[in-house]
């Protein structure tokens, strides 16, 4: 059974930083791209960042380029995403999703954890 | 960035109903364009990929098509389990997009 969990989520002040976590588990991990996909509280989906399946292209959303960083370790099987410089405009669940280095859908998807940017 | 704009925002049908739903590019994006089912509290699934195909083991009731930059999505038969939000994304172009969401209901 494929799996995905994310870890990681809470809440923090404006300006601080958090380190979510993507454990994966049932697939083969390293022959898939994988992505974080957020979704605010009531409003819709918003791709967030991109990491190939060899690490070797990584892409962000303007929202986020420079404050964010994904990464991954294929040896784990897991998936990291580091925020850093964090607004309320962050606040959201974020969710780990996995498809093929060669699209851009997403076939597999964590149940996602909640980040509440406050003060 | 593309724009996905989808519609309607909301709907409601009985049970039996044929139910669809519009998403429109802002450009030309081909054929690579996603609909995803969204069940409350819970992460999103892929039911159509590359506007027409149907996702392994999603009921075929469910159907995606294309023309120009419009992309419809049909439920042909309504049925309770379907009570979700539907999204549409696109991966032309990066940023990848979705659309508003389409919240589906039964009368």
């Known amino acids: 059974e494929v799996q995905l969990v994310e870890s990681g989520g809470g809440l923090v002040q404006p300006g601080g930083s958090l380190r979510l976590s993507c454990a994966a588990s049932?697939?083969?991990?390293?022959?898939?791209?994988m992505n974080w996909v957020r979704q605010a509280p009531g409003k819709g989906l918003e791709w967030v960042s991109y990491?190939?399946?060899?690490?070797?292209?990584?892409y962000y959303a303007d929202s986020v380029k420079g404050r964010f960083t994904i990464s991954r370790d294929n040896a784990k099987h897991s998936l990291y995403l580091q925020m850093n410089s964090l607004r309320a405009e962050d606040t959201a669940v974020y969710y780990c999703?996995?498809?093929?280095?060669?699209?851009?859908?997403?076939?597999?998807w964590g149940q996602g954890t909640l980040v509440t940017v406050s003060s | 960035d593309i724009q996905m704009t989808q519609s309607p925002s909301s709907l409601s049908g009985s049970v039996g109903d044929r139910v669809t739903i519009t998403c429109q590019a802002s450009?030309?994006?081909?054929?690579?364009l996603n609909w995803y089912q969204q069940k409350p509290g819970k992460a999103p699934k892929l039911l159509i990929y590359?506007?027409?195909n149907l996702e392994t083991g999603v009921p075929s009731r469910f159907s995606g098509s294309r023309s120009g930059t419009d992309f419809t999505f049909t439920i042909s038969s309504l049925q309770p389990e379907d009570i979700a939000t539907y999204h549409c994304?696109?991966?032309?172009?990066?940023?990848?997009?979705f659309g508003q969401g389409t919240k589906v209901e039964i009368k």
């Open positions: 450009q030309d994006i081909s054929k690579f």
């Open positions: 990491i190939a399946s060899r690490g070797s292209a990584i």
């Open positions: 590359d506007a027409s």
């Open positions: 999703a996995g498809g093929s280095d060669s699209s851009g859908y997403f076939v597999y």
């Open positions: 994304q696109q991966y032309d172009n990066l940023p990848w997009t």
């Open positions: 049932g697939f083969t991990f390293s022959s898939y791209s």
